[in-house]
């Protein structure tokens, strides 16, 4: 069961379209694993709609031209795609899911949608390891920066600290960070004032999307020594 979702702040920003992209993203793909934030979304979109109607000037109310008309009247008639769009089987396999080994996983629709734009990732080409952590970079958003993680059992990313937000989305397994375990679906959100040593859990990998907004720090002993290394994972 999903137990960490994202603020009803961000979803009102969400929303409102007012996160930055990669943020919207993770907040979008989350969204797609979990009933209680498509509700809350929907409550918080159609409050939206009531206050941008309230807050129309009476020249915005006048009667449509003929021609929004037609196409408003186009869009109406549209049938309403099924919770489970027939839609997805026309995606092909490979964006539809990561390949890993034997085992596939299946992305969620706001994800499987950027990765048709990303051929090399798409193949593999893309990804980088770094002991067992495995990287694919999705997208470079201003200043942020998506990915995915693949994070082989017990392996975990080095004690760091960030100068900006860092959002992670778990997409299978079991993500460890601190005294707290997540599990598919849970969105965690961070800022640049939290220290920590995140990883997989020892008994299974871990599949996981992250937005980071500016480089990871290193921040003890020697790890400190892996701040170039922070500019990768980054
Ligand atoms: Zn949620």
């Not at 869009?75 to 890993?100: F, G, N, Q, V, Y």
């Not at 080409?125 to 002991?131: H, P």
Request: hydrophobic content about 35%.
């Amino acid at each position: 069961m999903i137990k960490s979702h994202p603020s009803e702040g961000l979803l009102q920003a969400f929303v409102a379209g007012e996160l930055p992209p990669a943020l919207a993203l993770c907040v979008s793909a989350h969204v797609d694993m979990c009933r209680l934030c498509q509700r809350d979304v929907q409550r918080l979109e159609a409050q939206q709609a009531e206050y941008s109607l309230e807050q129309a000037p009476v020249a915005d109310q006048a009667p449509l031209p003929d021609e929004l008309d037609h196409m408003l009247s186009a869009i109406l008639a549209m049938p309403e795609a099924p919770a489970d769009s027939p839609k997805a089987s026309k995606i092909t396999k490979i964006s539809k899911h990561i390949h890993w080994n034997q085992q596939k996983f299946l992305l969620p629709r706001a994800l499987q949608q950027q990765v048709n734009h990303q051929p090399a990732l798409q193949a593999g080409e893309s990804w980088r390891q770094l002991g067992k952590l495995w990287r694919g970079r999705l997208a470079e958003h201003d200043e942020w920066r998506t990915s995915f993680y693949y994070i082989e059992r017990g392996g975990e990313i080095p004690e760091h600290t960030h100068k900006g937000r860092e959002i992670t989305l778990v997409l299978s397994g079991s993500f460890v960070d601190g005294d707290e375990v997540y599990q598919e679906g849970d969105f965690i959100y961070r800022d640049g004032s939290h220290t920590h040593k995140p990883g997989a859990d020892a008994t299974e990998d871990c599949l996981c999307f992250t937005a980071v907004e500016a480089p990871l720090h290193f921040t003890t002993g020697a790890t400190r020594l892996l701040n170039p290394l922070g500019k990768l994972l980054y």
